[in-house]
């Protein structure tokens, strides 16, 4: 089936430093969405994409479309502890029929604090 | 606002028991999923009903059944459970699934043990 291939797949972060993470596929998507899962909690959404090459923020989080439409990115600024968790991209193909309209989800990115 | 509510939170169960996993959405929304989450593996789909009165396989169905008892309610049975089915499930929803209601709310998944 499709895939996502998200990156890295982990990460160790200090207080105050910034992030970024991305999802690439060699499939054109039309929707991309943000999700961070704390542990024991399920995921939770950040951020939705539904154009190419937009640009949304929330908060210190930013993330955005690629102009591909096959690549999405998010980057925390200003990191803080409670950032810590696995974050997870998600895409959509497209279509409003059958299996093309569901979300495909990337393995995830583990950021966890600097020892 | 209760959103996604999973129950039960935890359960073990012998192989070859039977169990029904329990989600109910309060957000009005037309489409609801059954994940599963693995370690290293992503969220990956085992069922859907894109609106009331359809179910569909996902990408790893076997093993399982679901019910769309009614636009609120979807339940996920293991009508005989086996270790390999030890994992953390996920219910979600979205208004529908088309590319512009793309964006998924999560339960707080039900940690099953098969032993």
């Known amino acids: 089936g499709q895939q996502l291939n998200q990156s890295p797949q982990s990460m160790f972060i200090q207080e105050g430093e910034d992030v970024s993470m991305n999802c690439t596929s060699s499939?054109?998507?039309?929707?991309w969405l943000w999700y961070k899962q704390d542990p024991g909690e399920g995921p939770v959404l950040l951020i939705a994409?539904?154009?190419?090459?937009e640009l949304t923020s929330n908060g210190r989080l930013t993330a955005q479309f690629g102009i591909t439409r096959k690549d999405s990115f998010l980057n925390i600024s200003a990191s803080i502890p409670s950032d810590v968790g696995i974050y997870f991209c998600a895409g959509q193909l497209g279509g409003y029929g059958g299996s093309q309209g569901n979300l495909i989800f990337g393995k995830g990115t583990k950021l966890s604090v600097k020892p | 606002n209760a959103g996604v509510t999973q129950t039960p939170k935890f359960q073990v169960l012998k192989t070859g028991q039977s169990m029904t996993l329990q989600c109910a959405q309060d957000m009005n929304h037309n489409s609801m999923y059954w994940y599963r989450q693995d370690p290293g593996m992503g969220l990956r789909l085992i069922y859907y009903s894109a609106s009331e009165g359809t179910t569909d396989k996902g990408e790893v169905p076997n093993g399982y059944n679901v019910s769309r008892l009614n636009k609120r309610e979807f339940s996920l049975r293991l009508e005989s459970a086996a270790p390999s089915q030890t994992s953390v499930y996920f219910c979600?929803?979205?208004?529908?699934?088309?590319?512009?209601?793309?964006?998924?709310?999560f339960g707080q998944g039900t940690r099953l043990t098969v032993v």
């Open positions: 994409l539904y154009k190419a090459g």
């Open positions: 979600a929803s979205r208004r529908g699934q088309g590319a512009s209601r793309a964006e998924a709310f």
């Open positions: 499939s054109i998507f039309n929707t």
